[in-house]
């Protein structure tokens, strides 16, 4: 069974920076892309950032240059640096692993920036 269990979220002013750490289990985690998701109140879910298996990088245009995703494949772990946080940035982030075309998703983490 996938578990993917991420942390890192947090309240942050405007400005300031946070680091998102998902860690997968129950998956060939280096065969599997991998994304960040995240949700607004109010809002459908966005995808923000993706990684491939083999380190290819994707952004939401809202987040390019600001954000960055990585993977660690000998820690299982994907990452999400994120700088230059804004207001509207705020919202619920979830890690989500595609192996195969089957999806999975973490339990999200709250990121709030305030002003």
């Known amino acids: 069974q996938v578990q993917l269990v991420e942390s890192g979220g947090g309240l942050v002013q405007a400005g300031g920076s946070l680091r998102l750490s998902c860690a997968a289990s129950?998956?060939?985690?280096?065969?599997?892309?991998m994304y960040w998701y995240r949700q607004a109140p109010g809002k459908q879910r966005e995808l923000v950032a993706a990684i491939t298996s083999g380190g290819r990088t994707n952004y939401a245009d809202s987040v390019k240059g600001r954000f960055a995703i990585s993977r660690d494949n000998a820690k299982n772990t994907v990452y999400l640096q994120m700088n230059s946080l804004k207001l509207e940035d705020t919202a619920v982030y979830y890690c989500?692993?595609?192996?195969?075309?089957?999806?999975?998703w973490g339990q999200g983490t709250q990121v709030t920036v305030s002003s």
């Open positions: 129950g998956i060939i985690f280096s065969i599997a892309d």
């Open positions: 989500n692993a595609d192996l195969y075309g089957r999806r999975s």
